[in-house]
């Protein structure tokens, strides 16, 4: 079998063709689905990349920033672990094309959807959450409901009454697209411990650190790994890089969703 070197990983690769629908395995790089493609594979590691994500060029010049040209970068150079993308404007924390000079991001699928529209990666049809465990949710293209507040099951912010979400209309569960792919840890600059998301809140009572705000138990959060009391809210993941702008320290985080 031959094998095939990327930049991202130790180990030599092998390439495969995933033919399973609905398939539990996630591209290292754009941490999108492997779902009826073909997958770059380490046969020591739990490691696999989409075809586009291991041929992606490693420097390129992109129409939405075209003053410099943006390096491809395995994961966010920012100290926080993720990045916010400069195209459609949510976080990600894999495969990043990155101008340094500016603090502009693309998601490696940003970039090739506007670069070539046939590349284009969309979310699967249906996916199955942790926080969520009895039944898979739906991608539908808007929300069923037409009027009122609705907030999403994950992060506890609205849901966009015009965009797409993932929905259980069996236990009236919400999430929005961007929460069913968050990283399953983050680091923050104020905390010297990584922080692990909790799909199930075991808190009845817990305040944010960030915003000080009550964490309800229903909703998911990211907490300290090594058991220090300390967590906050997904959404108060990145408000430290916020506050502060786009500086060489870190930028704004996973989860940061208006609704």
Do not use: W
């Not at 920012?78 to 949510?90: E, I, L």
């Amino acid at each position: 079998m031959e094998r095939y070197k990327h930049f991202s990983h130790p180990h030599t690769l092998s390439i495969h063709k995933i033919c399973l629908e609905g398939a539990q395995l996630t591209c290292n790089g754009c941490k999108f689905p492997c779902t009826n493609t073909l997958v770059y594979s380490c046969s020591e590691c739990n490691f696999f990349l989409h075809d586009q994500c291991f041929n992606a060029s490693r420097s390129l010049t992109h129409p939405s920033h075209p003053n410099h040209p943006l390096s491809l970068f395995p994961s966010s150079t920012y100290k926080s672990g993720s990045f916010r993308c400069n195209s459609c404007g949510k976080s990600g924390s894999g495969f990043c094309y990155c101008c340094s000079n500016c603090s502009f991001d693309l998601h490696i699928h940003c970039a090739y959807n506007t670069l070539n529209p046939k590349y284009s990666t969309s979310p699967p049809n249906q996916v199955e959450l942790k926080s969520h465990p009895n039944h898979p949710l739906k991608l539908l293209p808007k929300p069923p409901y037409v009027s009122g507040k609705r907030f999403c099951n994950v992060c506890g912010t609205r849901c966009n009454n015009n965009g797409e979400l993932y929905r259980c209309n069996v236990c009236d569960y919400d999430a929005h697209v961007t929460c069913t792919t968050l990283p399953q840890s983050v680091c923050r600059e104020d905390h010297a411990h990584s922080l692990s998301l909790l799909y199930v809140n075991p808190y009845p009572d817990f305040t944010c650190n960030v915003c000080r705000g009550a964490i309800l138990q229903k909703h998911c959060m990211y907490h300290c790994s090594s058991g220090c009391d300390y967590g906050m809210h997904v959404k108060c993941v990145g408000l430290i890089e916020l506050s502060r702008g786009h500086g060489s320290t870190g930028q704004q985080v996973a989860g940061q969703e208006t609704g």
